[in-house]
C-alpha cells in the first residue's frame, strides 16, 4: 500500500505534534509516524514521569524533617513505591492519552503506529505502507547510551526507560554517572530511603557547571546521606550473588561498591541508526546526530531534524523551539534561527539549579567583560548584593 502527502512528521516527541497539527492546519495532508508511546522521552520516561517521582520524594523528605517546622507526625515515615508508581503512571497517561485524542482529532493528519525507515529521499516505509511527501520533519529524539563499560554484559542494570518500571525499593542503588539524570535519580531515591552511591568518572560532578556550582552540589547530596565516588576512571562491573559490584578504581577509598542495583545514565544517544537515512542521503556526524542548518534543514532539500536527534538541545524547550523556529521560517516568514537562542535548563534536584545564559567558565573563555554577583541563598534579606567585574 502506498499514500502521499504533503509532509510527513517521523516521531512524537516534544517537536513534532504541535508542527505536525500546525501544518495540517494549514490546509495541507500531514501523516505522522509514532513507533512506541505518544509524547516520546519527555512524557513517557523523562521530564514528567521523572518530576513527579522527584515530588513524591520531596513530600517523603518534607515529612521526615517535619519536626524541623515544629510539626510533629506520629510514627516512622514509610514510602509506599507502589503507590509512587502508580501516581506517576497516571500523571504520564494522563499526558499521553491527551496527546494521542489531540492528534486524532486533528483534520487532515493521518497517524501511522509503527517504525519508519527511509526508503529514498521521498519515502518511507512503516510496515507493508510507503508513504511518500514533499517534505519530511524527522523527530526521533534519542534513548540511554550503554557504552562497552567491563563486565556489563554479566550484570542487569536500569536505565532511565526501566526505572519507570521499579515499584519497590532499591536496597542500594548505584547510579553510574554524576551528570544531570544521575544526579535527579540519586537524590529522589536516597529520599524513598535507598542507600544510594554515585559514580562519576570525572574528577567533580556535572562538569559543565561552574566549579563553585558542582562543589555546592556535591554538599548538599553527600548532606543527605548520598556516597559520591568521582575519578572513577575504570568503571567495571561483576554479579556477586544477587548483588552488583562496580568496581571504581578511585583515587581513593574502596575499588569496588557492591549495591542491590545499578542505574546507567552516562549520556543519550540519537534514534538515527535504524531509520534508513543512508538511503535518503541524509548526514550525520560520527556520533550519530543529524546536520542540520540555522534553519533546521538537513543537507537533503525538504528534509528537516528537529529535537534532541539534530544534537543543537537535549531538553524539551529546545526541542519545542525547534518546531517554532521550522513553523516561524515555512509558515510565517519569520527568520528565526537556532543560533538566537539562548541557553537556559534546570537541574531537578532539590533545591533546584537553574540556568540562563552563559556559565563563569564560557564566560571568561569567551573573553568577555562581564559584572558577576553572588549570593547565598542563605544571605537573602540579610545583605546587599556584591558584584564584582570578570576582568577586575
Ligand atoms: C530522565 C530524563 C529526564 C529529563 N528531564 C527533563 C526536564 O526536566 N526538562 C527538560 O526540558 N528536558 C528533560 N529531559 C530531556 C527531554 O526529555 C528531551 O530533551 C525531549 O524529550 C526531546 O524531545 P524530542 O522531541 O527530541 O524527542 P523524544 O521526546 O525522544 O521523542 C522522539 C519520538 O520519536 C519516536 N521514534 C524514534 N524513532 C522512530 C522511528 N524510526 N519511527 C517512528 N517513531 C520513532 C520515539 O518513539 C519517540 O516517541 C529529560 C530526559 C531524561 C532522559
Redesign the pocket.
Known sequence: MSAKYDAIV???????PSLAVRLAETEMTVAI?????F????VN???IP??TLVASARAAHVARRAGDYGVTIPGPIAVDMKKVKARKDAVVRKSTEGLEKWLKDTRNLTIYEG???FADAHRVRVGDELLEADKFFI????RASTPPLRGIDQVSYLN?STMMEVDFLPEHLIVIGGSY?GL?FAQMYRRFGSEVTVVERGPRLIHREDEDVTEAIKTILEGEGIEIRLNAECIGFEKRGDKVAVQVDCSSGDKTVIGSHALLAVG?VP?TG??GLERAGIEVDRRGYIQVDDQLRTNVPGIYAL???NGRG????T?YNDYEIVAANLLDGDHRRVSDRITA?AL?IDPPLGRAGMSEAEVRKSGRKALMGKMSMTHVGLRGRKARRTDS
Open positions: 517521523i516521531g512524537t516527541g516534544q517537536a513534532g509516524i509514532e513507533r512506541k508511546r509524547g516520546g522521552t519527555c520516561n523523562g521530564c521523572t518530576k517504525h519508519a525507515r523527530n526521533v529524539g534519542g532511565n539524570v535527579e543519550r534514534n535504524d531509520l529535537g534532541d536527534c537535549a531538553f524539551t524547550h526541542a535548563y531537578y
